[in-house]
């Protein structure tokens, strides 16, 4: 049986010393979508090992989520109408 890391564990990696050919690379990635929710999560886990913090190509990338932010559909979207008009 594998040892299950503590989710505050896989969280609080920094970005900024981890070594990033350890980190996973999910530039090829993709979703199963004729798969319940719940089994593409598993899925992510089991592949990515660490959903918060993993690399795409050369680049490490850290997820951070806060209780009190927008949301991200409101972030990306104000970034495009921003992106049209130029700014």
């Known amino acids: 049986m594998q040892k ?13 010393t981890v070594n990033k050919e350890d980190l996973v690379d999910v530039s090829g ?15 992510i886990i089991q592949t ?3 959903p918060y913090c993993f690399r795409v190509g050369d680049i490490g990338v850290k997820l951070e989520f806060s209780d009190n932010a927008p ?3 409101d972030v990306f979207t104000d970034l495009l109408k921003r992106k049209k008009s130029g700014l």
């Open 29 to 43: 990635f993709t979703f199963d979508t004729s798969v319940p929710q719940e089994q593409r999560a598993a899925r």
């Open 48 to 50: 990515v090992k660490n």
């Open 4 to 16: 299950r890391i503590p989710i505050t564990d896989l969280a609080s990696v920094n970005i900024e």
């Open 71 to 73: 949301a991200l559909q």
